[in-house]
């Protein structure tokens, strides 16, 4: 599939969200739109096998007679992420404190989340996220620890490792009871690049584009949705400049702007990280007016007892 990210009349509702994945660092992987073969596709899949040479992972098969490999540094340079030296994972109170910021209304007990529960653009932005980077290939209401963390990573402006998601994904899918065509439009951009003089056959893989109709169904409320909406992270806005208009008075001082991972404080008081020391009392809750990023029952994660694994999440 291919992303949607055009800014019209229609989706006026979304344009901060739009601007801002037009902007990131996955954007190409959103928009790259390659001849997909099915041929070449069902190919790889049949013939692809695991295989570590000098403690790096591979996965290998042969397409159109000819080998072919992929590796995490493969998908990095071949889908342009900046993201060798990404976190993969994050701590759970982070999670849990970062996606009520983001205005979750459901319940913060579980590592998985409703993507219906979100307002409309943090709705867009989790809907474009799963259907472009999991390896599922079913229950797209359902986000989870994975792609959690991808969002929140880029939502705060960590560099996350998609790269080894992507990998992952595909390590996993070769060992799985019940295949399916997994990835296909980044399996023709890995194999475009490696299989140069062979032409790609005619046998076109149905590779469909979100439309417009994406944002009418992102603006649809739920049962359990209040409606109330919740704005992106100012670190995720787009900066006016001077010479767009009037030129823009400067204070004397120019003071940070609040965002998740960079609350407002004196920075000459050292300042405690809350996603490595979550705390009862956590910054990240306190940069936002009150009754924003809250559950439906009015309850923040700090405020509940939770049981989970406070060693973070491996992906």
Wanted: hydrophobic share 35%; with cysteine.
């Amino acid at each position: 599939m291919v992303a949607y990210l055009e800014k019209t009349d229609r989706n006026a509702e979304f344009h901060e969200i739009i601007e801002f994945l037009t902007r990131s660092s996955i954007h190409y992987a959103l928009t790259v739109s390659p001849i997909v073969s099915t041929m070449f596709v069902e190919q790889f899949w049949m013939t692809a096998k695991s295989k570590t040479i000098n403690n790096v992972r591979y996965i290998t098969a042969t397409v159109a007679g000819k080998p072919v490999s992929i590796s995490e540094a493969s998908i990095r340079s071949d889908l342009q992420f900046n993201n060798a030296t990404g976190i993969d994972v994050l701590p759970n109170q982070a999670i849990f404190d970062t996606i009520q910021l983001m205005g979750y209304e459901g319940d913060l007990n579980t590592l998985t989340f409703n993507k219906g529960l979100f307002s409309h653009q943090w709705k867009f932005l989790f809907h474009t996220i799963i259907h472009y980077l999991s390896s599922k290939s079913t229950s797209w209401d359902q986000i989870h620890t994975n792609i959690a963390t991808a969002v929140i990573c880029l939502a705060t402006n960590q560099v996350y490792n998609i790269s080894k998601l992507i990998f992952d994904g595909m390590m996993r899918h070769l060992d799985a009871k019940k295949k399916f065509v997994m990835y296909p439009w980044f399996i023709l951009v890995f194999l475009t690049n490696q299989l140069k003089n062979v032409p790609v056959p005619l046998d076109h893989f149905p590779i469909n584009a979100l439309t417009t109709k994406v944002f009418s169904f992102m603006v649809k409320k739920g049962k359990k949705n209040s409606g109330n909406v919740t704005p992106l992270f100012p670190s995720m806005l787009a900066q006016p400049t001077e010479d767009e208009g009037a030129v823009l008075e400067r204070p004397s001082e120019i003071q940070p702007t609040p965002s998740p991972t960079h609350p407002s404080k004196d920075q000459s008081e050292p300042q405690p990280d809350p996603f490595l020391r979550p705390s009862s009392s956590n910054p990240l809750l306190d940069s936002i007016p009150k009754g924003s990023g809250r559950n439906h029952r009015g309850q923040s994660s700090s405020e509940r007892s939770l049981s989970r694994n406070e060693d973070g999440l491996t992906l």
